[in-house]
């Protein structure tokens, strides 16, 4: 599981219970070099000292925003001239797509989620894959919901669905540089972006309730998976979802 002289991006760190903010930790406690993003000045505050804290580079990217990610990567080439490791961990949906039945989500709602949530890990995929000249590992933010019905989950299940397959045909697509894309799918965890689920703490006491371990993961158990799949260790693991849920998605 050591990351030393290997170059990582991390996208999505919101603030210190971000679940990127978890791998970040850990890649760096590997030996990693690091690239952070923020959204906004609004998340700056929160993001910047986290940046500080491990060294890293921090840079602004909405993928929304045109020319933003390609101005990442630009750093990417000149500060080191390579990527070994990309952590794409950002999702988004309009509140009242979101809060709703899937069959009422409007075309337009639906079309950004799946923009923002799973095309974007395409693009990132895209721009990474000259800079992972001697391979690399590339991995992004799953859940449950998208292989099961989950209760108020709604329109991410399918979304999320969507981010699995790409990751499945990334895989296919890159294999054979030797850069490797895996989804990791942890089970609920109390971040900033899960709250904004409807009956979030519903689907905590479920998840607490039908794990056979009874328990929530933690940041620095997702992060040390992320770090395993990031390294050597893992190097004939690719395409895969790979969970990290207490055990949750066993039960059915």
């Known amino acids: 599981m050591q990351l030393q002289g290997k170059a990582a991006l991390v996208v999505g760190v919101a603030n210190e219970h971000s679940l990127a903010w978890g791998c970040a930790q850990a890649f760096h406690e590997a030996g990693a070099q690091l690239v952070l993003t923020y959204l906004n000045e609004k998340a700056l505050p929160f993001v910047g000292p ?13 993928v929304e925003t045109p020319g933003e990610l390609e101005a990442v990567f630009g750093h990417i080439e000149r500060r080191w001239g390579k990527l070994d490791v990309l952590l794409h961990s950002i999702a988004f949906a309009n509140k009242e797509d979101l809060h709703g039945r899937l069959v009422d989500c409007s075309a ?15 693009r990132m995929s895209r721009l990474a894959e000259p800079l992972m000249r001697e391979g690399g590992s590339i991995l992004t933010m799953s859940y449950y919901g998208a292989e099961k019905v989950v209760q108020n989950y709604n329109m991410m299940g399918p979304v999320k669905a969507a981010l699995e397959a790409s990751v499945r045909y990334l895989a296919s697509n890159l294999g054979e540089k030797r850069i490797r894309v895996n989804a990791i799918s942890p089970g609920p965890v109390r971040t900033r972006a899960a709250s904004g689920l409807p009956h979030f703490d519903q689907l905590i006491e479920e998840a607490l309730q039908g794990a056979p371990e009874h328990r929530l993961v933690t940041l620095e ?6 770090a395993f799949l990031a390294s050597d260790a893992a190097r004939g693991i690719t395409g895969n979802t790979e969970y990290i849920d207490a055990g949750y998605h066993i039960k059915g």
């Open 50 to 62: 986290l940046a500080d804290r491990i060294g890293a580079d921090l840079l602004p990217l909405n």
């Open 108 to 122: 337009e709602g639906f079309a950004r989620a799946m923009d923002v949530s799973c095309h974007s890990l395409i």
């Open 221 to 226: 158990e997702v992060g040390a998976l992320a």
